[in-house]
């Protein structure tokens, strides 16, 4: 075998290593300090993108410096960055440039966090980054859990121990009840695993947009009567659509009387609980038995982060654990429950698994727990301080006040007209995207559309607010000016 060149071994020289590594720190430093001057929106349309980037596959390489320059002028141009202070779309993610760092290092290193024997130390830190979680939100000592992809897989996750432990693995009859407001990922998750569309009650909300217990307590006695399997009420912490948290303590006792299990979905708000007062709000989220949480949307990490807990870690491995013969070697031999937990392939769904504790970690050490309070806490502010300019500009119905840094709200059109007012908050979005300067979504709440304003990113300043609301304004009237004169044309 005669030597090849570095390129056949898939790999760089050191210096061109150096040289793109470099570039590609410089690159990312010079964006995160200047964001705020950038657009927050995209500068080309999908279309454009799609033609640029087609293209037939590479046989020979090329040189990074290419592919690098292509990649800033053809794919960062069409992204809309989450991170920017003025997105406050979906759920913004504002990451940290130290999560970023371990995330190369993860990817760097190549860390395979599955087996411990095969990496202890990358086990060990998982382990006490989720025992952090757990004492966060104060589930008991003997709570666990692991990190995956984001609330979906969270989500699932729990969902799948919940059929395991409380159902023994028989769905025959089994029903799942949660309100109209719960993230589509629970219905997708219960139909991966094989329950029937019938077997999710989703009840509708109440006017606070919460699981109201009465309609809920009526639809389990309606369930057993007609002789079902009622086991389990998933509850949301922090809705997507407007942050409202469901009665967690209530669903909690209703859980016991009725030996229920409690899953909470906290993928957004239960990063709350790290602060100290806004966690009232969050009473009883300690009393579930499995809670998915994302670390990557309010506490600052970059896409994938999130975490599933449960409140009793071996629930984990009497769910998903597995033998395999070709693993046998890197198995720990003790039979101490340590080496047990530490075994994250037999924790939840995936063997091969990515380092994901190491960036919440990293940035938890480097920026500590009291600057996460404050930041948390912050987002809770600067909805309020949107509330207020949107009720002082006398423009915008407030539909759902600040809570878990979620403000709705709707256009007040002329003559109080219902159907004007949802048109022009549904087409704003259009609008501001158009405009670049900051950008917001819209979702239906009841017979409304609202406008969103999801206000978790710390770096987001109060001028920030302000120009985006009054930005919002003039947009506003000009549709709603077009709107009407196109009527009148027609
Ligand atoms: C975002 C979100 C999800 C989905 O989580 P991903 O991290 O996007 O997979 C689930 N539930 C709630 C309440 C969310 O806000």
Redesign the pocket.
Known sequence: MRDSNPRDQIKLSAEEMREMGYRIIDMLVDYTGAQAQFPVTRALDHATFEEILDEPIPEAGSDWRDVLEQFERQVLTTIDHLDHPRFFAY?PSSSNFVGAMADTLASGYNIFNALYPLGTGAAVVERLAVSWLCRLCGMPEKAGGLFV?????A?LTGLAVARQIQLGGDMRDAVIYCSDQA?F?ISRGLRILGFAPDQLRQILSDEDYRLPLADLERAIAEDRAAGKRPFCIAA?A???NSGAVDPLNDLADLCEREDLWLHV?G???ASACLTTHRRLELAGLERAHSL?W?A??WMFQPV?C?AILVRDRHWLSETFKERAHFLTDAEPHSKEEAGEELNFMYQGIQLTRYFRALKFWMSLKVFGLAAMRRAIERGFELAELAESLLRDSGRWEIVTPAQMAIVTFRYKALDGDEALANTVTHQLSGAMAANGFAFASTTQLGQKTVMRLVTNNPRTTPSDLRQTVLIMGRLAAELEAEIISAAADS
């Open positions: 759920i992809s984001g609330g979906s897989v989500n993230h990922v949301t922090g809705t997507t979905d993928a957004y708000g998915s994302d990557h949307k994938e999130s």
